[in-house]
């Protein structure tokens, strides 16, 4: 049994809400909120992330580190690499990571990170960070609809196990304050050699719409050592993606 707090909910509009509420009343280090279903499910960017009835994994990580509030950022690869690690070593498949916040499995989309900070108005006591995590586990082909159809998968259909979201709640969860634990200690270089092996991106041509509007497209050269993505563009420029939807560029239009 977990020595952590977990609020188990029938019903939420996002996990990340609920948790954030909790947060700002004292709730400690490694608390959780997990969500049979969501009705307002959120990604990155403001996107809505599709919960698949009773099939999937919605549920939120509290954490408090120690760290700068210019380095909370890097909280989202160091997640997105615990969710691979924890994936990996309960299912055996090999996951991928697509910069900065998606997993990845045979190719597709299974699952996606949100990560929403409080700095504490320079009160170090005071900063937490939501680590909102979603996955596709026993979602089937009929779960998904439209675009998702070719984009998304889930550890079943990749599998073809039925598996219980409670034991893959706790690896995940386990798995992300190790992470987080690593990140204080070690920086983010040691989480980098791991993530970097599981690049979705690199050497892949992408597109990306900047802030100013513009589409941008390039061969991702990865993230660097500030966990900022990297992309060449036909003229040879290294662009550093500091925000904005990265997806891989389809022939003379907007990536897919």
């Known amino acids: 049994m977990s020595i952590y707090p977990t609020y188990t909910f029938d019903h939420l509009t996002s996990s990340n809400i609920t948790l954030w509420k909790l947060a700002e009343e004292g709730a400690v280090h490694g608390t959780a909120v997990v969500a049979l279903e969501q ?3 959120r990604g990155r960017l403001g996107k809505i992330w599709q919960s698949t009835g009773t099939k999937g994994l919605y549920c939120s990580i ?8 210019e380095t ?3 909280l989202t690869l160091a997640s997105g690499l615990a969710v691979a690690l924890a994936l990996e070593a309960l299912t055996g498949l090999s996951c991928q990571l697509k910069w900065p916040n998606d997993v990845y499995v045979c190719g597709k989309k299974c699952g996606g990170i ?3 900070a409080s700095l504490g108005s320079g009160d170090e006591r005071k900063r937490f960070a939501v680590i909102g995590v979603g996955l596709n586990v026993n979602a089937e082909v009929e779960d998904f609809s439209g675009e998702l159809l070719n984009k998304a998968t889930s550890l079943f259909l990749q599998s073809g196990k039925v598996y219980d979201r409670r034991v893959i709640f706790e690896q995940v969860r386990r798995a992300i304050l190790e992470q987080v634990d690593r990140l204080v200690a070690q920086g983010l270089g040691s989480i980098l050699t791991d993530w970097r092996e599981r690049d979705f991106l690199l050497g892949r041509e992408t597109a990306w719409l900047a802030c100013d509007g513009k589409i941008v497209t390039g061969v991702s050269l990865g993230p660097d050592d500030q966990g900022q993505l990297q992309v060449r563009d036909r003229e040879g420029t290294v662009h550093a993606v500091l925000s904005g939807d990265v997806r891989l560029a389809e022939k003379g239009g907007f990536p897919r």
């Open 39 to 41: 009705s307002g499910g």
């Open 62 to 69: 509290l954490v408090r580190p120690r760290l700068s509030p």
């Open 72 to 74: 909370y950022p890097q």
């Open 114 to 116: 949100l990560t929403e």
